[in-house]
């Protein structure tokens, strides 16, 4: 089975940063794309940015100039660093990951429980 839990989520104001993390762990061949979800109160879950086992990387305009998505390979890691936060960031995020598990099987999405970012003054 796989896992991933997300951290450092926090009340943060205005104008600040915050770097999520995200840790994969288990029965994990390889890793294709990680990505970024957030849903906040009342609204539906939304992409935030996503990275390619490549590295390509794409963005929600929202996040666009203010947030980056990266990965560290060998500890089987997403991050997402979030600068110029605003209130309306405010939202639980959630990391996903497409993870074979083996090297004859495509790969499957896996969640974490999400990390609640609350941006307020």
């Known amino acids: 089975q796989v896992q991933l839990v997300e951290s450092g989520g926090a009340l943060v104001q205005p104008g600040g940063s915050l770097r999520l993390s995200c840790a994969a762990s288990g029965s994990i061949f390889s890793i294709n794309n990680m990505g970024w979800y957030r849903q906040a109160p009342g609204n539906q879950r939304e992409l935030v940015a996503v990275?390619?086992?490549?590295?390509?990387?794409n963005y929600a305009e929202s996040a666009k100039g203010r947030f980056t998505i990266s990965r560290d390979y060998a500890k089987k890691m997403a991050y997402l660093q979030m600068n110029s936060l605003k209130p309306e960031d405010t939202a639980v995020y959630y990391c996903?990951?497409?993870?074979?598990?083996?090297?004859?099987?495509?790969?499957?999405?896996?969640w974490g429980k999400g990390t609640l970012v609350t941006v307020s003054s």
């Open positions: 996903t990951m497409n993870v074979r598990i083996n090297s004859f099987y495509s790969g499957m999405d896996y």
């Open positions: 990275i390619s086992d490549g590295g390509s990387t």
